[in-house]
């Protein structure tokens, strides 16, 4: 692969675009379907575990741009935060919620 194509793939999908975000969202929308229980459900399970694995701002864009889509409350989410806190400590929830606001900006922007 081109390095140019592939630095230029990299940057896309740091920015919250590209090709292989929107792959990912796609195979995202598919393991729901497939899950056997409701898809919101299967949605905050996601959302818990990239809290847990303090997963990057392009992890919960793929997940909220499918939680928008299916009809999920902030609500619900911040909720998440709430009941695993307890759990994964105060720092991992405030590097989450900082990392959710900005999946969210980046979804809301034109």
């Not at 090709?19 to 729901?32: D, M």
């Not at 847990?52 to 992890?59: I, K």
């Not at 919960?60 to 928008?68: S, T």
């Amino acid at each position: 692969m081109d390095d140019a194509i592939f630095d230029n793939a990299l940057r896309e999908l740091a920015e919250g675009g590209g090709p292989v975000l929107e792959a990912l969202a796609r195979q995202s929308q598919g393991a729901l379907q497939g899950a056997g229980i409701e898809p919101q459900t299967a949605l905050l399970v996601r959302i818990a575990a990239l809290i847990a694995l303090d997963a990057a701002p392009a992890s919960y864009l793929v997940h909220l741009g499918v939680a928008d889509e299916a009809g999920m409350k902030a609500e619900a989410i911040e909720a998440v935060l709430i009941e695993l806190a307890p759990l994964v400590g105060t720092a991992r929830i405030v590097s989450a919620a900082g990392k959710i606001n900005e999946a969210s900006r980046q979804l809301s922007a034109p």
